[in-house]
């Protein structure tokens, strides 16, 4: 007698994978554990393969997909919060993988494939990378409450810092602040008592009282006990922060994203 063609297909299925399927006896047929699996996975593989082209167009325009940020720990109190609010609102189907790094850091991540998207200082090699301005923002000086500074009706110039003890901006890793400070402040080399890489930690020594600091007024959002900010005898806006990105990537989620991104986004 023949064997319908259902059973047929049914025990070459269980020949292909290696196991019984199905229990099957004079009265009732039903699915053996393996089988039971075996359904439900064959029903998510299903699934995923109707969804799979709707995904593929949707990561092709840039709505799906991931976009991996770095960003400064600077950039974290100031206006990261508000980017990262951003793509949630433009891009909810895209992942965001952040990545706290030094600007150095950040643009060698971005050379080697790991990053999209930087928030970080100048200089960087505009043949290679596009930027866009996000903040201008006042250089300030830390220094403890009470301090001798804070009492000045003026500005702090470079001569009244000549006899203060100063937390200073590693030359290689906070390079930007580094000659930002050369720039603007003759700072004496013996007046140096720490050099540090991240405005956290020098806020957090002013704070201890070992010296007083160059940070971006955006320093004030730490809200940290024991540090308070005068204004500096220097330009304003010279502190900037930028979007920086690899021209030729082709992450269409980054440029997707860049549709979106202006200047000063906490507007």
């Not at 965001?96 to 970080?120: F, K, M, P, S, Y």
């Not at 405005?199 to 007083?212: D, E, F, H, K, N």
Request: proline share 7%; net charge negative.
């Amino acid at each position: 007698m023949t064997q319908p063609p259902l059973s047929r297909q049914v025990q070459k299925l269980e020949r292909a994978v290696g196991v019984p399927l199905l229990e099957r006896d004079n009265r009732h047929v039903e699915l053996t554990t393996a089988g039971a699996v075996f359904l439900e996975e064959a029903r998510r593989l299903l699934t995923a393969a109707d969804a799979a082209p709707a995904l593929a167009r949707k990561i092709a325009a840039g709505r799906a997909g991931v976009l991996r940020l770095g960003f400064t720990a600077a950039s974290g109190f100031s206006l990261l919060g508000t980017l990262v609010q951003e793509i949630t609102d433009f891009m909810p189907d895209v992942d965001l993988d952040l990545q706290e790094l030094v600007t150095v850091e950040q643009i060698e991540a971005i050379r080697r494939g790991e990053l999209d998207l930087a928030l970080g200082r100048p200089p960087f090699d505009q043949e290679s990378f596009d930027s866009r301005l996000l903040l201008s923002e006042d250089l300030v000086l830390a220094v403890p409450p009470g301090h001798a500074l804070t009492r000045l009706d003026r500005p702090v110039t470079a001569a009244d810092l000549r006899d203060q003890p100063v937390v200073g901006h590693h030359p290689t890793k906070a390079r930007y602040f580094y000659d930002m400070v050369v720039r603007y402040i003759a700072v004496e080399h013996g007046n140096v008592v720490h050099v540090v890489s991240q405005i956290l930690t020098m806020c957090s020594l002013v704070a201890a009282g070992r010296g007083v600091a160059f940070v971006p007024e955006s320093a004030r959002l730490l809200g940290l006990p024991g540090v308070t900010f005068v204004e500096l005898d220097v330009p304003h806006g010279v502190v900037e922060l930028h979007a920086i990105w690899d021209r030729t990537s082709k992450n269409p989620a980054l440029h997707e994203f860049l549709r979106y991104l202006h200047p000063d986004p906490t507007r």
